[in-house]
């Protein structure tokens, strides 16, 4: 549910992300090379943590977190009263559920976890999209 600056906000739907991720090199000899299994894995992890989930903006100001227990989460969200069983929400550390929002936390997360040389990785940049051709990208360098 992607929320509005007016504090209006979409109605609850599904989307099949796809995700993309690229790194900018300085060199592509043999001593810095990247694996390439290294960033499949993490995005694999990460896709993995979104699939079948509702995914909710815990930073929205427009989000209210009544009840989070183990069995169940209530929340209010632009005005609305959500409950949901606890195992199929997850809470993420951003302020919307946009191809923006997502494709700056997936980059976040990306870096973070792979920890990539700083001498040869120039930037990286990951991709969002709700549907082909409709999406964002976030770019984070320096590295």
């Given at each position: ?18 995700v ?6 300085a ?21 993995s943590?979104?699939k ?9 100001k427009?989000?209210a ?16 009263r ?17 191809a ?14 792979l ?6 990785a ?22």
């Open positions: 549910m992607t929320v509005f600056p007016d504090g209006t906000k979409e109605r609850l739907h599904g989307h099949n992300y796809t993309a991720c690229e790194v900018e090199v060199s592509v000899d043999f001593a810095h090379m990247i694996p390439f299994a290294a960033i499949k894995r993490v995005l694999a992890e990460i896709c943590t979104f079948e989930r509702v995914l909710i903006a815990r930073d929205n427009f989000l977190i009544v009840r989070d227990d183990a069995v169940e989460i209530e929340l209010t969200l632009c005005g609305q959500y409950v949901f069983p606890r195992a199929d929400v997850l809470l993420l550390p951003i302020d919307n559920v946009s923006e929002a997502l494709a700056a936390h997936v980059a976040e997360t990306v870096r973070a976890q920890q990539l040389d700083a001498s040869n120039r930037s990286i940049s990951c991709t969002v999209e709700e549907s082909p051709g409709q999406g964002a990208t976030t770019v984070l360098a320096p590295l």
